[in-house]
């Protein structure tokens, strides 16, 4: 099932996420429907609080579902390595409309759980390392636009509370 995406300025978007306590059928049935959802959008990737659950799951597939091995699905992820820095212009389904280059790591390795409870461990180089950046920091209540600073930032910020009051977001 689809699920209706919050937006910016949804509480759920702007704290931390809760780790999962056991994969239960509920968490499995989350999980696709993240899948379903990021697909739908189309997008690389969703965190559990874009569909305002605040739970630590995320899924990631840079593929778009070209390729079935692409899709990522993990439970309570964890940093193992991070290196490198990238600046490439990033989007995010819960700030539709707007973008902007963020400095990321270049290569970053996570482990988390799959949907079986087994730990699995991934890799990830430039755009992969750039989309598990981007979901974690959901996780932990951050959206992209708080990686910017100064005068970028508060740009956009105004601009989608201009949205939000006008009732346009
Ligand atoms: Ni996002």
Not at 78 to 92: H, K, P, S
Not at 106 to 124: A, F, I, N, P, W
Not at 142 to 153: A, N, P, S, T, W
Request: hydrophobic share 40%; aromatic share 6%.
């Amino acid at each position: 099932m689809v699920r209706p995406i919050v937006k910016y300025g949804a509480e759920v978007l702007h704290q931390p996420a809760q780790p999962v306590e056991e994969i239960t059928g509920e968490v499995v049935q989350l999980a696709r429907d993240m899948v379903e959802t990021m697909y739908r959008a189309p997008g690389i990737g969703l965190a559990a609080p874009q569909v305002g659950v605040p739970l630590r799951i995320f899924v990631v597939d840079i593929t778009l579902g070209h390729d079935p091995k692409g899709l990522i699905t993990l439970v309570n992820p964890e940093w193992v390595e991070r290196e490198g820095l990238q600046v490439e212009e990033e989007g995010c389904l819960s700030v539709p409309g707007f973008s902007a280059s963020v400095a990321r790591p270049q290569r970053v390795v996570v482990k988390g759980l799959d949907l079986e409870g087994r730990e699995q461990t991934y890799e990830g180089q430039g755009l992969l390392a750039r989309a598990f950046q981007h979901e974690m920091d959901h996780l932990d209540g951050k959206v992209y636009l708080d990686r910017l600073r100064g005068i970028r930032r508060s740009l956009l910020v105004r601009r989608i509370h201009k949205r939000i009051k006008a009732g346009t977001w």
